[in-house]
């Protein structure tokens, strides 16, 4: 196009020349698409090429130089033609500098979201693996387990029995009997672990019902309410919602985690702690319930936030803490079509928010006759405030 423009321009000089009209102006045309390909450099280059340029055609058509020149016309047009190609020629630079730096911009958050969403993916997919492995090897543990188990307690009642017989060496009896509880304990321990690992195998369809959640979270209180420490409120806003499908029993221990986490999370010795539980259809989207558990507690840095998803990842001391409680929980919720999500400030207390589907949404895999069968009717409840206060 520019080649195209100043051949045009050439060629009407050329016959300006013959005529002896002498109009200069003509060479605008080159000099502003010029400008306006190549920016701030390609003006200069044209206004610098247009004044011999045209001088020359204007020469080698009829006309004299030296009319030319003495032209006042010719030489104004000239100055004003360049003029205008280095305004064009910078509005050009400009407008080529603003849609790279848009580009780059565009380009390097793209990047940044693709980086996000990988490692989110190379993470889920690394729990995933986890979780199969884990509840693999659970299983596997779990039998020779519960031989040691009971071989232990058998030793337990026979060394009872030993202990006034004759010829027993008190001393030795009571190391047998220290080494026989603490080999105990910590097989009860394991057990402890490979029970909860063996949780994270998936949801089996026929375990699938409707659960109510005033119920599933009323019972959940009640379960959780003698670990809370003295002074601990639980305060339960239960709005009625839609029956959720899933299994009732994994809910349950889902918010009874949420709501032992809660009340270990309140400082012993603080003397006063407040958990609230509240239930409620999520506002936005009223196509699932939301439920949150918030305690005015200890709360976690960012860092601990990033992790508390992993399986064995915990700050409690060995024999409170397994670690397991949160990666199991997200597993269940993540079985049931919904998300777990947490918020926290250190010092000031945490928020953990479980997303369910209702009934009709919900993502879980539905049995033929229990698709057949409709859902049981909410029963309209009154809004219910619930009190506990800890032993
Ligand atoms: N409500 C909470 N307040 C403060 N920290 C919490 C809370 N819930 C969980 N955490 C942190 O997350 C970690 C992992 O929790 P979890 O998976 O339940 O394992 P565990 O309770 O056995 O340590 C805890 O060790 C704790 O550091
Ligand atoms: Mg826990």
């Known amino acids: 196009m520019v080649v195209g423009t100043w051949v045009v321009a050439t060629v009407g000089l050329y016959f300006n020349a013959i005529h002896e009209q002498g109009m200069a102006m003509i060479i ?199 670990k809370l420490r003295d002074g601990t409120e639980v305060e339960a806003r239960l709005e009625p919602v839609p029956m959720v499908r899933g299994d009732g029993g994994k809910l349950t221990q889902v918010f009874v985690n949420l709501l032992v986490n809660a009340a270990q999370a309140i400082p012993e010795g603080r003397g006063h702690g407040r958990i609230v539980v509240t239930l409620g259809l999520e506002r936005v989207e009223e196509t699932s319930i939301l439920v949150t558990v918030s305690d005015d507690g200890q709360g976690m840095s960012a860092e601990v936030v990033s992790k508390i998803f992993e399986p064995f990842f915990t700050t409690k001391p060995r024999g409170v803490g397994t670690g397991l409680g949160l990666s199991v929980s997200a597993s269940i919720i993540r079985n049931h079509g919904g998300e777990l999500e947490c918020d926290s400030e250190p010092g000031r207390g945490t928020t953990f928010r479980v997303r369910l589907p209702t009934f009709g949404d919900a993502a879980v895999s539905v049995t033929p006759s229990e698709a057949a069968s409709p859902p049981p009717n909410p029963q309209p409840r009154v809004a219910q405030s619930l009190t506990a206060v800890g032993s």
């Open 28 to 226: 605008c045309l080159p000099v502003a698409v010029t400008a306006w390909v190549f920016g701030f450099r390609g003006a200069l280059l044209a206004a610098a090429v247009a004044l011999p340029l045209g001088l020359g055609i204007l020469t080698l058509g009829s006309l004299d130089v030296g009319d030319v020149l003495r032209e006042p016309s010719m030489l104004v047009g000239h100055v004003m033609t360049a003029l205008l190609g280095l305004v064009i020629g910078y509005l050009s630079t400009l407008r080529g500098r603003l849609e790279r730096e848009t580009q780059l911009r565009a380009q390097s958050e793209r990047a940044a979201v693709e980086a996000e969403m990988g490692a989110h993916l190379a993470r889920a997919d690394r729990l995933a693996i986890m979780g199969t492995l884990a509840s693999g090897v659970a299983h596997e543990i779990n039998n020779p387990l519960t031989y040691l188990l009971s071989n232990l307690e058998f030793a337990q009642d026979d060394l009872l029995q030993l202990r006034d017989a004759e010829g027993v060496d008190p001393k030795l009896w009571e190391r047998l009997r220290i080494g026989i509880d603490e080999s105990r304990e910590a097989v009860e321990r394991i057990h402890k672990i490979t029970s909860e690992l063996q949780l994270f195998v998936r949801d089996h369809p026929g375990t699938l019902r409707f659960v109510d959640m005033v119920e599933a979270l009323g019972a959940s209180i009640k379960l959780a309410r003698h």
